[in-house]
Nanobody, 115 residues
Framework: QVQLVESGGGLVQAGGSLRLSCLSS????????MGWYRRAPGKERELVAT???????KYADPVKGRFTIFRDRAKNTVYLQMNSLKPEDTAVYSC?????????WGQGTQVTVSP
């Protein structure tokens, strides 16, 4: 059974940085793509960033230039480096992985950015 475990969330002041980690129980190259989503209070879940099997990535417009998604194959981990954080980045961030047949989700980690 595939498991994704996120970590790295917390409370940070605006302008600060956090790095989220998503540890997979299987090789991350088993997936076609892996991504980070977030859900802010009272809002729909939105895609933040995706990294594809062959290394390309894409970002949601609100985070372009501030967030970076990258991976460590040896650690079976995908990261989300978040810089220049804003209060509107406050949300529960969840890791997602897709094989083309199945989709897996982590439990989520809370990120809170204070003004």
């Amino acid at each position: 059974q595939v498991q994704l475990v996120e970590s790295g969330g917390g409370l940070v002041q605006a302008g600060g940085s956090l790095r989220l980690s998503c540890l997979s129980s299987i090789s991350i190259f088993s997936f076609n793509d892996m991504g980070w989503y977030r859900r802010a209070p009272g809002k729909e879940r939105e895609l933040v960033a995706t990294i594809f099997r062959y290394g390309s990535s894409k970002y949601a417009d609100p985070v372009k230039g501030r967030f970076t998604i990258f991976r460590d194959r040896a650690k079976n981990t995908v990261y989300l480096q978040m810089n220049s954080l804003k209060p509107e980045d406050t949300a529960v961030y969840s890791c997602n992985a897709a094989t083309g047949i199945d989709i897996y989700w982590g439990q989520g980690t809370q990120v809170t950015v204070s003004p």
